[in-house]
Structure formats: structure tokens, C-alpha cells
């Protein structure tokens, strides 16, 4: 079983937890994605903003006039929690009896929209100079069932259109002419100004959602209670339309409000006109019963204690007759459930109650005296609530021609000069924030779901000996970026050690000549194997540079490329690939045949040779061994690039050839488990990794710091 080696997420004394240190060197490690993620969200965010389409509001205002007594409306609010007045207004505002006028009036509930292609089409007509496609409808009704569904209207020209219905059917019609589809749906288009082929989606909406859709732009917000102050506000692209709109809304607010009190007025109106012609024949038929009694019975004057009860009488029924009056303006605008006509109902019930205690009173009277006090009740009753009538009658008249409501305009809606969305910095800033926490995330992620080796102390945690730290070379960068683009073939052959002598990564690799002279180069100990476990660890770039800087210590060096597959030693020599390993191994070269000079002095290399079908069997055939003992008669060192050993068995098979064996590890490309999986396969082979060698590491690398300021040092002392 292969050995458990900790993580690069983990401390080795701290139990599993994380290690911020590492995660922010972790970060600082691809500072350069980051910085172009947040470059290019910055860059996506300010043209979406540039792109998108503006968006406008329009304001109003308006003043709620109260005339209920302002210390009795606060004491009622502590022991009521019934709406203020200010929140029943706006739920008005917002009501299909105000924004359904709007709807009807403007025609909101149909939307003609210009289509364009998906996602960018909106955004390249945005940026352009071109005027806006325009399309007049002049009928425009549907059936039940194609209510709320596109129908796409195509411009043929400027004269025709076709209509690709809810069914998918198509139909053709004319400029100017009504278009009848069936019984329930009729189209008239009075103008298009579009280009041919212009195609414009067309809704009819129902009422209840062309109100629902007015109510998700429009915002009420109110402030005071007393005397309320509600602020309106409406959103959307075109800026006159929405002032339109708004001021629509205002209008029918401002109009139902006057209107109610109208109503109420000619309700109470209606209800006079009725009571008055009965109230004068009761009035004339009364006085003619008291009258005819007091002729009957003589004269007779009602007692004192009974005039008392007798005003009260009158008094109260005068107010019953107003109550009756102002429930029945209230009758035609609320339920009976409504707090004012409850306070109505709560007051007739209080004025009958006290009625029939005067009445109760009364019968207690002698029976003449009763037949007078009622005849003569009967008589100023009716005669007061005649008067008063007529005094209500003129009251509501003037009322109904005055009639003003209890709302205010104090401002019309005006819309904004500049837009409310987008917000382009905000966006911008946004945007570029999303696109850099969203990388950096990503590579957090990558870390804790796949971490790599950042540190050669994680190496050396696993129980293995760094032979050498190799630091991220920024000559090789460039140069690799240019084989990139180059495709790598046509490449011109580059070698680091000899091109950038005074790298600070062939300083290092210098460094690791001198580490295996004094360990593992002894005088039966020539020939080196380096692998590493994965491809892109830069096993090559080590095996090419070292041979060269060993060769440059006056030693004659023999480099194979023993990697038949993807090998491209000679690419960096400017060499031929063929006549090489895999011709030797299949017998159709003698060794001294395959090598190739360099230009290096004293380095000679044996490229990967012809393509072969199946390169590890080759290298099981005992021609390698005889090579490998030629090689080492004839140089004083041999250098192995092999396959990365978790890919294929080649390098298990050369190690059995080889005296010593480097493992190379890449900062933040190989993983522990890959390193762990690479030994495992090496010792079960009988091969024993003598030291690895850390390359790639990263200049922000706390532990490279000396191999950079040595660089320098170097670079200043040869000029």
C-alpha cells in the first residue's frame, strides 16, 4: 500500500486545517489570470453598460388633504390598527379602477416590441446610429386564446407585412387596410418604418396583466400622516411615454377622487328627492290631526315636563334624518362592512335607542296629554325635517358643482434627464469584482479538490531528498510561447544554457551539477535517468540543460531522448528527430551511427528516432543494455530523458539501466498523490529515486526569494 503523504492544504501538526498561508500564496501564483479575469469583467461589464438600453423615471406628487381633527386621529391610532389614510390612498393608486383607465386610455395593453437577434442584437442596434423601427397599429384585437402570446409581424415592405400567428399559420396584409384572421381577431397596420425584412413582435395583452405589468414600473411611496405627501414614480425606456403614463394615472386618480364625492352627493341628492314630497303630505296631514283634536277636545297646553321629552324627541329624529341621508351617499361606495358606514350604523343605532326611551317616557303621561305631545311631534317633527331637507338639498348642490376631492397635484409627472439604469460604474466595478472573486475561487477550488505541490518542504515532508530548486526561467517563457505559436516545428532551435548562460535557472541547474558531482557522480556511477510523473513537469528542459552545463565543465556527455512517442530533444538542438533510439533498438542502426553533434562542445545527443508501433517492447529487447554499456566506454556521462512514468512503463524498464535517477516535480502542476503514485511504480521496479529536482518556481515563491536576488547579483557582476 503507498505511504499517506499530507497535503498542501493541510498543516502537519494542525489536524486538517487550512493553511491561509498557502492559499494566498496559491492566489499570488496566478495573479495574472486573476488580473485578466478582473480586466475582462471589467471590460464585459462596460459594454454591457454602454450597450444595454437606458432606462428613465418620471416623478409626481400629490397632497392628501384630511379634515379629520388631527389630536383625535393620533389618540385613535394607539388603540386602532386599523390602515392610515395615507396607506389606503396608495393601495387606490395602485387599483385597476385607476391604472385600468390608464390601460384603456394609452392602449398599454398592446406591445409592439422590434425584435432582434438573441443577446446582441439589442446591444449592436444600441451602439449604432440607426433610428428606431417603428410600427403603428391602428386595430389591434385577438381571440381569448391568443391573448398574452407573440404574433411575429415581418416588414416585407413599406406597403405589406406577414403575421405568423400563435398557430403557426401565416398570413399577408396591406398597409392601411383591416386584416380579419377570424370572427375575434382583426389587424389594421397604419405605418411601418422599418427596413425590409424588419420583424416586430406583437402582444395583446389581457386587462388584469397589462395592469400587473403598469404596477411592476410604478412605485407609490407616501410620507405624513396628517396631511399625507405621496410620491410617484414610473420607470422605462421611452422617456415621454412614461411621463404619459404617470400623468395618466395622477389624472384618473385625481378624477375618482372628486368623482366619489360627486357621487356621494348625488346619491344623497337622489335620496332628498324622494323623502321630500312624502315628508310635505306628512307635515300637512299632521298638523290637520292636531288641529282636528284640539277643535274636539278644547284647548290644552302640553305640561312642562313633557315639553323637554317632546324636543329631545325632535331633535333626535332630526338627526336620524341626517344619518339616513349620508348612509345613503356611503351605500353607493362601500360595503356595510366599511368603518365609515359602521360609524353611520353605530350612530342610527344610538339615536333609535334613545327614541324609544323618550317614547317609553311618554306613555307614562295621561292618555290627553300623550294624543297631544304625539300629534304635536308629529307636527314639529316633520316640519324640522322638511327644513333641514331642504338645507341639505341646497347643501349637496353646491357641493356637487364644487366638488374638488381631497387630493392635491403638486407636481406633474417630469421625467428625468439622465437615466436611473444602467448604472455604468457600478456595473463596471461589479462586474470586474464577479469576473476576479470568480477566478480566484476557481483556482482555490482547483487547490482544495486537486492540490499541488507548492513548497519543497511538502516535498521533503514526503521523506525525499530536493536535490536542487529550479526557478521559473522568464527567457524560457517567452521562448516557449513563441514554439507555441510557431507550432513547435518550425520553431529555430533554442537552449536555454546556451542563449541565457547567466539565467537564474541555469544557475540552479549549475547548482544540481555540483550537488551530483559530490553524491551520486562517482567514477562507476555515469549514467542518470530523469523522469517525472506527468507531462509539462519539464523533465526535458533539465535533461537538455544539464547535459549542456556538464558538458561545459570539459565532460564529454551523451543525452538520449528516450521518450519514442512525443520526444523533441532534437528540436532544441536543431538536430534530426530520425536515425535515432528506436532505430538502434530495432537493429537497424549501430549505436556510433545514431549520434548526432550539438552545438554545444563535448555534448552529443541520440534523438527518439523513427516512429515505432510499440516503443516498450523495444526497450525490453537486451539492445538496450548493450547500448547503455557502449555509452559508457565511450562518454564520461549519460543523461536519460524518459516518458513520465505514470503515463507509460518505459521509464520502469529504462531505470533498470541506470546508476542513479532524478525525479522532476513541477510547483503547482504535480500533485502529492502523483508523486506518491510515481515512487510506488519506481520501487516496485526496484528503482531508487535519488533526488528530485523542484522546477518552475515561481518568482512571489517566499522560498525563491534567494535564487533571484543571486540572478541579480550574477547579471550585475558581468556587466
Known amino acids: 500500500m503507498a505511504k499517506q503523504y499530507p497535503t498542501p492544504t493541510q498543516n502537519n501538526d494542525g489536524g486538517g486545517e ?143 407585412y406577414s403575421l405568423e400567428l400563435p398557430d403557426d399559420s401565416h398570413i399577408e396584409g396591406q398597409v392601411g387596410q383591416p386584416l380579419k384572421i377570424n370572427p375575434n381577431t382583426t389587424i389594421q397596420v397604419n405605418q411601418i418604418l422599418a427596413d425590409d425584412g424588419q420583424q416586430f413582435v406583437l402582444v395583446k395583452n389581457s386587462k388584469l396583466s397589462a395592469i400587473a405589468q403598469v404596477n411592476q414600473n410604478l412605485s407609490v411611496m407616501s410620507k405624513g400622516k396628517t396631511s399625507p405627501i405621496i410620491n410617484l414614480g414610473y420607470t422605462g425606456t421611452d422617456p415621454e411615454k412614461i411621463s404619459l403614463i404617470l400623468n395618466s394615472i395622477i389624472d384618473n386618480y385625481v378624477s375618482q377622487n372628486r368623482d366619489r364625492d360627486v357621487q356621494m352627493a348625488a346619491n344623497g341628492l337622489a335620496f332628498i328627492s324622494e323623502e321630500l314630497p312624502r315628508l310635505k303630505n306628512a307635515l300637512e296631514d299632521a298638523e290637520n290631526r292636531l288641529n282636528e283634536y284640539r277643535t274636539r277636545s278644547g284647548s290644552l297646553d302640553i305640561p312642562v315636563e313633557a315639553k323637554g321629552a317632546l324636543e329631545s324627541l325632535i331633535d333626535i329624529e332630526s338627526q336620524i334624518t341626517t344619518l339616513r341621508t349620508e348612509e345613503a351617499g356611503l351605500a353607493e361606495l362601500y360595503t356595510r362592512e366599511h368603518p365609515s358606514y359602521k360609524a353611520v350604523l353605530d350612530k342610527l343605532a344610538v339615536l333609535e335607542r334613545a327614541k324609544n326611551r323618550i317614547n317609553r317616557q311618554i306613555a307614562d303621561l295621561p292618555n290627553t296629554q300623550q294624543e297631544v305631545i304625539r300629534l304635536t311631534r308629529d307636527v314639529e317633527t316633520n316640519q324640522t325635517t322638511y327644513m333641514q331637507l331642504l338645507g341639505k338639498q341646497q347643501e349637496l348642490n353646491i357641493m356637487k358643482a364644487s366638488a374638488q376631492g381631497n387630493v392635491r397635484v403638486v407636481d406633474h409627472a417630469v421625467t428625468a434627464e439622465e437615466p436611473v439604469a444602467p448604472r455604468k460604474k457600478m456595473i463596471t466595478l461589479l462586474a470586474a469584482l464577479t469576473a476576479g472573486t470568480l477566478a480566484a475561487a476557481w483556482y482555490l477550488l482547483r487547490s482544495a479538490t486537486r492540490p499541488r505541490i507548492n513548497d519543497p518542504q511538502e516535498i521533503e515532508a514526503m521523506g525525499l531528498n530536493v536535490s536542487a530548486i529550479v526557478p521559473l526561467s522568464p527567457n524560457q517563457q517567452k521562448q516557449d510561447n513563441m514554439r507555441r505559436k510557431l507550432k513547435s516545428a518550425t520553431a529555430p ?227
Not at 439589442?122 to 381571440?143: I, Y
Not at 545527443?605 to 559508457?632: C, F, V, Y
Not at 520502469?652 to 511504480?681: C, F, W, Y
Open 18 to 160: 487550512i493553511d491561509l498561508g498557502q492559499q494566498l500564496r496559491n492566489l499570488l501564483d496566478h495573479k495574472y489570470p486573476i488580473a485578466l479575469a478582473i480586466l475582462l469583467g471589467g471590460l464585459a461589464g462596460a459594454a454591457y453598460s454602454l450597450t444595454s438600453t437606458p432606462v428613465y423615471r418620471a416623478n409626481g406628487m400629490l397632497e392628501i388633504e384630511t379634515k379629520q381633527n388631527q389630536i383625535l386621529t393620533e389618540i385613535n391610532s394607539l388603540f386602532t390598527s386599523e390602515p392610515s389614510p395615507s396607506e389606503a390612498e396608495i393601495e387606490l393608486v395602485q387599483s385597476r379602477l385607476v391604472v385600468g383607465k390608464t390601460v384603456d386610455d394609452l392602449q398599454l395593453d398592446q406591445v409592439i416590441v422590434p425584435k432582434y437577434f438573441p443577446l446582441i442584437g439589442n446591444m449592436l442596434h444600441n451602439l449604432s446610429s440607426d433610428v428606431d423601427p417603428e410600427l403603428t397599429l391602428q386595430t389591434f384585437e385577438v381571440q381569448q386564446e391568443w391573448l398574452n402570446k407573440p404574433i411575429i409581424l415581418t416588414a416585407l415592405n413599406n406597403k405589406s
Open 493 to 719: 532551435a533554442w537552449l536555454l544554457a546556451a542563449e541565457e548562460p547567466a539565467d537564474m535557472a541555469i544557475e540552479a541547474i549549475r547548482s544540481l551539477r555540483t550537488n551530483l558531482y559530490f553524491s551520486i557522480m562517482e567514477a562507476a556511477n555515469k549514467v542518470l535517468m530523469i523522469t517525472g510523473a506527468t507531462p509539462e513537469a519539464g523533465k526535458s528542459f533539465i535533461s537538455a540543460n544539464l547535459a549542456a552545463v556538464m558538458a561545459q565543465s570539459d565532460k564529454k556527455v551523451l543525452l538520449i531522448d528516450c521518450d519514442m512517442r512525443r520526444g523533441y530533444l532534437n528540436r532544441l538542438f536543431g538536430t534530426q528527430a530520425e536515425q535515432g533510439l528506436a532505430d538502434i533498438l530495432s537493429g537497424k542502426l549501430a549505436p556510433a551511427q545514431a549520434i548526432q553533434p550539438t552545438p554545444i562542445a563535448n555534448l552529443s545527443l541520440i534523438s527518439h528516432g523513427s516512429q515505432h508501433d510499440n516503443p516498450s517492447e523495444l526497450l525490453m529487447d537486451h539492445k538496450l543494455h548493450t547500448l547503455i554499456e557502449w555509452a559508457r566506454q565511450q562518454f564520461d556521462y549519460v543523461i536519460l530523458d524518459t516518458p513520465p512514468i505514470l503515463s507509460v512503463t518505459d521509464a520502469s524498464i529504462i531505470g533498470q539501466q541506470a546508476d542513479s535517477s532524478l525525479m522532476v516535480v513541477h510547483q503547482n502542476k504535480t500533485t502529492p498523490r502523483e508523486l506518491d503514485s510515481s515512487l510506488t511504480r519506481l520501487t516496485q521496479s526496484n528503482i531508487h529515486i535519488n533526488g528530485v529536482v523542484f522546477n518552475g518556481m515561481a518568482r512571489n515563491a517566499q522560498d525563491a526569494y534567494h535564487y533571484y536576488a543571486y540572478a541579480k547579483y550574477s547579471r550585475k557582476k558581468q556587466s
